[in-house]
């Protein structure tokens, strides 16, 4: 199965920009895709693609990368933004979730 | 409003069996594949399955594959999940997803499935 890496935990104050990274064992071409998970609900999809923002996901996220490099950037941080952001590639069979990266506001 | 709504939760023996059920509203139900996804306590996501529009592909983890079973009724805009055999690693929160192309863009609010003795 493709392996999906990512930070742990990062902590950053309002108004800043922050970048999470995913990395993959393999390549996974632009099959990457981002969820953001607040304490308690569900999952919800932000990026699909690697770079395509999701109706209605404010325009502060974006996403980049391919192969086995990606990136999510908030650029600026908003205090709603705490919050645990997994990826997912699609790519490769089966689909894989990497383990998310905890994001706290200072 | 698109929604989903999983129910059939709760807490079983292992061995024993329990069927999931989500309703959906807000979209037409028989234009989309769905997927189950399921979260163990303070763990990542994990797919489980997922089954094309009319049903008649299904496909499966290959830890749950010959236990559970994903089906629907698109009369009912209702998906399904029968687990059978269940473990302990079976315990998490399962969700129920709209899936396009791997990925799942729609999510339900989940519901918990405890296997214990």
């Known amino acids: 199965d493709t392996v999906l890496t990512q930070s742990p935990a990062l902590a950053v104050s309002p108004g800043e920009r922050v970048t999470i990274s995913c990395r993959a064992s393999?390549?996974?071409?632009?099959?990457m895709h981002w969820y953001q998970q607040k304490p308690g609900q569900q999952p919800k999809l932000l990026i699909y693609g690697a770079s395509n923002l999701e109706s209605g996901v404010p325009a502060r996220f974006s996403g980049s990368g391919s192969g086995t490099d990606f990136t999510l950037t908030i650029d600026p941080v908003e205090a709603d933004d705490t919050a645990t952001y997994f990826c997912?590639?699609?790519?490769?069979?089966?689909?894989?979730f990497g383990a998310g990266t905890k994001l706290e506001l200072k | 409003e698109v929604q989903l709504v999983e129910s059939g939760g709760g807490l079983v023996q292992p061995g024993r069996s329990l069927k999931l059920s989500c309703a959906a509203s807000g979209f037409t139900f028989s234009n989309y594949y769905m997927a189950w996804v399921r979260q163990a306590p303070t763990k990542g996501l994990e797919w489980v399955a997922y089954i094309s529009t009319g049903g008649g592909s299904t496909y499966y983890r290959d830890s749950v594959k010959g236990r559970f079973t994903i089906s629907r009724d698109n009369a009912k805009s209702t998906l399904y999940l029968q687990m059978d055999s269940l473990r302990s690693e079976d315990t998490a929160t399962y969700y129920c997803t709209t899936e396009r192309e791997g990925i799942h863009s729609t999510w339900g609010q989940g519901v918990m499935v405890t296997v214990s003795s």
């Open positions: 393999e390549s996974v071409s632009t099959g």
């Open positions: 997912q590639q699609s790519w490769n069979d089966p689909n894989t």
